[in-house]
């Protein structure tokens, strides 16, 4: 395993990123009629999933801060899934890109549940 010396050395982060930066990119086509409401909605929630892993990372000498971090993050990547969804149904992305997305938050959400369950291997 690499030297970890930032949250941005962390593979969790790394996926978390990607992941919003891939929302951010194919929300760009949504209607205008979704920008105050699923738009904004998946591109917070997928933001805030990887945005709250440095925060973690940051509280990582206080184990119970840093588990409640990890469960934010926990908790966004679980709503983006649900905006996903919802993206899907209302025909804005293809079953094909929703399903992948969903794999790759559900691979995400096995990462943080791991560091949430582990919690002494990542704090000081």
């Known amino acids: ?3 970890i010396y930032s949250h941005k050395d962390l593979e969790v982060y790394k996926l978390a990123y990607k992941l919003a930066m891939e929302i951010f990119e194919f929300s760009k086509s949504f209607p205008k009629e979704e920008k105050y409401s699923l738009t904004d909605q998946i591109r917070r929630s997928s933001r805030s999933a990887a945005v ?9 000498k206080y184990p119970k801060h840093f ?3 990890i469960t934010d993050s926990e908790g966004e990547a679980s709503e983006t899934q649900s905006w996903l969804e919802f993206s899907k149904d209302c025909g804005y992305i293809s079953e094909e890109i929703s399903q992948r997305l969903d794999k790759e938050y559900d691979k995400l959400l096995g990462m943080l549940v791991n560091m949430r369950n582990n919690p002494g291997k990542w704090t000081l």
């Open 1 to 3: 395993m690499a030297k």
């Open 52 to 60: 709250n892993l440095p925060e973690a990372w940051r509280k990582r």
């Open 67 to 69: 588990v409640s971090k």
